[in-house]
């Protein structure tokens, strides 16, 4: 993995071709929009936007990004699956990554330097399948980009700051330590208790995403107690809560039951708006 900026080449840069892409570093796939590994527990060091996917939305320092499958000669015929890069580019979001952004133009391939992936998500596209959908938000104005003003490297390795404004989900605190304290902070799917110097740890998820294309709401109804691993799995389709309150993996394998304490009001639409999301039965 390549992460982050690439040292002796500035945002605002154009490309010939996707070879010259590979060359420079900027973006190492030569064939595929997303570039990284696709093994569990990597992200994404670039995506290029081609253009090509009917589901593109390019608002210049937003975009919303399709991932990649089941297309056959430029058509969507098939739901993509959360899986490989695509899940990968998902796990940006969690980590914080940027990815380095690739545009196709009339003149080539503009690197557009880096985006923070804000979201990922399962939602029907416009042809009526399944696509994995992200939001992605420049680092630096798009603006300072092209008129190659942009906040980069220096010869002497120095980085450039600037004062920034950020919007985040405003959530209610109280409520994951309520659902811990219920649980004892013992994960809901694994019974795993955290042990950690400071104390012990959990983490609050909730079922149906607070962002996204149909957001969930902030309420104890729509929140788990669970270990890292198994929110990150619930966050990425990687499980999933059957109607019964079984645990799923992806494949439909049942894993235990889920543990609902007595005063832990969980509402089973979250639990199917999550199943849904991820095209589970």
């Known amino acids: 993995m390549a992460l982050g900026l690439v040292y002796g080449v500035l945002p605002g840069a154009t490309f010939t071709n996707r070879r010259a892409l590979h060359q420079a570093g900027v973006h190492r796939d030569i064939r595929r929009g997303i570039c990284g590994s696709g093994l569990p527990g990597q992200g994404v060091e670039s995506v290029l936007l081609s253009g090509g996917y009917e589901d593109d939305e390019d608002l210049g320092d937003l975009l919303f990004y399709t991932g990649q499958g089941g297309r056959v000669a430029g058509k969507q015929v098939a739901d993509q699956l959360m899986q490989g890069v695509n899940a990968s580019l998902a796990l940006n979001v969690d980590s914080g990554q940027p990815v380095r952004l690739v545009r196709s133009t009339a003149h080539g391939f503009r690197y557009d330097g880096l985006y923070g992936v804000e979201d990922a998500w399962v939602a029907p596209g416009l042809s009526g399948y399944l696509i994995c959908r992200y939001r992605l938000r420049s680092r630096t104005p798009l603006a300072e980009v ?27 605190g109280a409520l994951p330590d309520q659902v811990k304290a219920l649980y004892d902070y013992r994960c809901q799917i694994c019974s795993m208790r955290i042990e950690t110097a400071a104390g012990p740890y959990a983490e609050g998820a909730h079922l149906q995403a607070l962002g996204g294309g149909d957001p969930g709401p902030d309420a104890l109804a729509n929140l788990l107690c669970l270990c890292p691993n198994h929110h990150v799995q619930l966050d990425h389709g990687g499980l999933y ?9 992806a494949r439909g394998l049942a894993l235990g039951q889920l543990t609902v304490h007595p005063d832990h009001p969980l509402d089973p639409a979250f639990a199917r708006a999550h199943r849904q999301l991820f095209g589970h039965a």
């Open 146 to 172: 092209i008129d190659g003003r942009a906040n980069r490297e220096s010869a002497t390795g120095e980085v450039k700051r600037r004062q920034t404004t950020l919007y985040r989900l405003v959530r209610d």
């Open 241 to 249: 809560i059957a109607a019964d309150w079984t645990v799923r993996d």
